[in-house]
């Protein structure tokens, strides 16, 4: 009778666990409020989609889903108000009080209702998939349940650095994809710096045919463990402006806004290399560097340089609708500019205080021309010296001072602090045992406890944070299964730092029970990742 009564009391326990476990039904991002319900809906062939708008982005992208995975043929039909039976509605009807990007998920035996409006029917799509097996034959069995969903932050960032190494337009696509899975949306892409211009600039043919290439390819490290080694195989590539369309269009069919960064007055080598008048000493000889580090040479802020900055920008601004520009301003040393007659000109004329007055002179003129066309300005937090620029947005990189700082100046702020395990550069385990990295430590856990509104500011300043994102640098990342390693699975404790709400998230669901089930989706799908073994610093 003992034994019956231990039996009892582990069958009941495991009962209660059964019941408390996945409270999430494996969501990623954790939504704000999950219901379940009895009963299943049996998603086949036969299932009819009825939408407000039949060739809407976000219903398009789940006729094709259930097609590219299923071979589902499903039939598309306008609401007409009278729901059908086994029929998915997607409906702008049912939205009142949700917030912006928001939606509410209703699967029941008869029928599954997606209410949201624009991206939120997008999200609530990309929860309803989530939910199906893994297994990609046969009917879909979805068990019931009512999601209520929104994003904490409206500003949800991936970064990909395509200097140090170039991605292809189809990996950056694949690199989209898993971003919109994980409801974020907006990709920063990092198209210059000292090692390639990677966007072509029909006024200045020079950045992609001189700027995109490199003598060599650097093989080895640039500090601590390893000398430089290089193989003499040239290395180089860029974007069509038609690509960088191409790429822009699939991002919005997504939801994913695209802010290009631009980098200057540093990290100017490549262009330097194509324009050395564009530098305070143009008989140097400059080259794309086949190394990665701080570079003294940089832009001269001469009227010659801003015209040719100011063009480049209208480019970019006629290609990208996105609100931001990211003009950089990031490790710009003042060596160059101390000895440069001219920079000493402007310095004198202009009675700034030094060349930390420079830098900003020289943002707040980008800003003004970027303002002048309708956009705004974002730059990495070196734009706080000297003062910042009237409109412009922070990105704090190094940890969280300079967002801070900004927001109490009432700036809006990203989060992206490097030393919060947001640089995805950095090794996920000890470093020895990981794949060479730039260095740093940023394991799952600590991406996953990050919280992008510091106590320091009150909940009026809080408000300025518009958002958080994570970086991927690349100068130690030659290849797109890299790129996956290091993306996977921090992208999904990214998206849950920046999607949900504070009280729901858990680091032991998130890594014990959801986690795995994705990982088996990305073996389906060809992703690469990391095995989440936490190994300590
Ligand atoms: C700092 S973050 C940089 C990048 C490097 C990165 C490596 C920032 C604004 N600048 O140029 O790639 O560190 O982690």
Redesign the pocket.
């Given at each position: 009778s003992c034994l019956l009564f231990l039996l009892t009391v582990f069958i009941f326990s495991a009962g209660v666990k059964a019941q408390n476990t996945d409270p999430n039904m494996g969501v990623i991002p954790a939504p704000v409020s999950v219901q379940k319900q009895a009963g299943t809906f049996v998603l086949s062939q036969e299932t009819l989609i009825q939408a407000d708008t039949v060739t809407n982005k976000a219903v398009r992208f789940l006729a094709d889903y259930l097609q590219n995975r299923y071979s589902f043929s499903n039939k598309l039909q306008t609401n007409t108000g009278t729901a059908a039976n086994n029929a998915i509605i997607l409906t702008a009807a049912g939205t009142e009080g949700l917030p912006a990007e928001g939606y509410r998920l209703t699967i029941a035996p008869n029928q599954i209702t997606i209410a949201g409006k624009g991206a939120g029917l997008f999200y609530g799509i990309q929860t309803l998939i989530q939910l199906f097996p893994l297994e990609r034959s046969g009917t879909i069995k979805l068990p019931c349940a009512r999601i209520e969903d929104y994003p904490r932050f409206g500003y949800r960032g991936m970064h990909l650095?395509v200097s140090?190494h170039f991605f292809s337009v189809e990996f950056v696509k694949r690199y989209l994809d898993l971003m919109a899975a994980y409801k974020l949306n907006t990709f920063h892409w990092h198209l210059t710096?000292d090692q390639g211009w990677r966007i072509e600039i029909k006024k200045y043919p020079r950045l992609t045919q001189v700027g995109s290439q490199r003598a060599e390819t650097l093989i080895g490290n640039y500090h601590d463990r390893m000398p430089q080694q290089f193989d003499n195989t040239p290395y180089g590539g860029y974007y069509t402006q038609d690509q960088i369309r191409e790429v822009i269009q699939y991002a919005a069919s997504k939801y994913i806004t695209i802010i290009p960064e631009i980098e200057m007055p540093g990290?100017a080598m490549a262009a330097l290399a194509a324009y050395p008048e564009l530098s305070c000493d143009p008989k140097q000889d400059y080259k794309v560097s086949g190394t990665w580090g701080v570079f003294n040479n940089i832009f001269c802020p001469t009227e010659k340089t801003f015209g040719f900055l100011q063009d480049v920008l209208s480019e970019v601004i006629d290609l990208f609708p996105s609100k931001y520009i990211h003009i950089g301003g990031?490790?710009a040393p003042k060596v160059v500019w101390k000895s440069s007659p001219e920079a000493q000109a402007i310095i004198k004329r202009l009675k700034l205080k030094d060349e930390h007055g420079l830098q900003s002179y020289f943002i707040q003129r980008m800003e003004k021309f970027v303002n002048s066309k309708g956009r705004s300005i974002i730059g990495?937090d070196e734009i706080l010296e000297g003062g910042l620029a009237p409109n412009a947005t922070v990105m704090s990189?190094r940890g969280e001072a300079g967002g801070i700082a900004a927001a109490k100046q009432g700036h809006n702020v990203i989060m992206t602090p490097?030393s919060s395990a947001l640089?995805f550069?950095h090794s996920q385990a000890r470093s020895d045992l990981e794949p060479l990295s730039?260095g740093g430590f940023a394991p799952l856990s600590k991406v996953y406890a990050y919280n992008p509104t510091p106590a320091a500011l009150t909940p009026a300043q809080n408000k300025y944070i518009l958002g958080v994102q994570a970086?991927l640098?690349t100068?130690y990342v030659a290849t797109e299964k890299k790129v996956e390693y290091l993306l996977l699975p921090r992208l999904m404790a990214l998206s849950e730092v920046a999607w949900t709400p504070l009280a729901n998230k858990n680091y032991t669901d998130f890594s014990e029970t959801r986690v795995a089930r994705h990982l088996a989706w990305f073996d389906k799908n060809g992703f690469n990742y990391r095995v989440p073994v936490a190994i300590g610093a």
């Open positions: 650095d140090r710096d990290h990031d490790e990495w990189w490097s640089y550069d730039i970086n640098w100068e």
